[in-house]
């Protein structure tokens, strides 16, 4: 079984900061891709931010120069630095990462619970 628990979501002010953690745990050969997505009331769940195992960076256009998005590959953590949070910002976000169980087996993505995240005065 392999299982991703997030935490650090909560309530902040508009220009607040937040920092969301993930950790992946159980059998795990291999994670490739990991990420944070987000998805608000009504709305599909979007990309926020991806780190490749080579930490090379992808981000959505309206985090761009707010969101850092880092990586431990030792301890299979992924992190979301959130500066300068906006009300459009609230959603539920969730961690994503591709893991691999095996030598023999291919990746397979996996998701956290999601965690609340609100940008309110």
């Known amino acids: 079984q392999v299982q991703l628990v997030e935490s650090g979501g909560g309530l902040v002010q508009p220009g607040g900061s937040l920092r969301l953690s993930c950790a992946a745990s159980?059998?795990?050969?291999?994670?490739?891709?990991m990420g944070w997505y987000h998805q608000a009331p009504g709305k599909q769940r979007e990309l926020v931010a991806t780190?490749?195992?080579?930490?090379?960076?992808n981000y959505a256009d309206s985090v761009k120069g707010r969101f850092t998005i880092s990586r431990d590959n030792a301890k299979n953590t992924v992190n979301l630095q959130m500066n300068s949070l906006k009300p459009e910002d609230t959603a539920v976000y969730y961690c994503?990462?591709?893991?691999?169980?095996?030598?023999?087996?291919?990746?397979?993505?996996?998701w956290g619970q999601g965690t609340q995240v609100t940008v309110s005065s």
């Open positions: 780190i490749t195992s080579g930490h090379s960076t």
């Open positions: 159980g059998t795990i050969f291999s994670v490739d891709i």
């Open positions: 994503n990462a591709r893991i691999k169980k095996s030598f023999w087996t291919g990746y397979d993505d996996y």
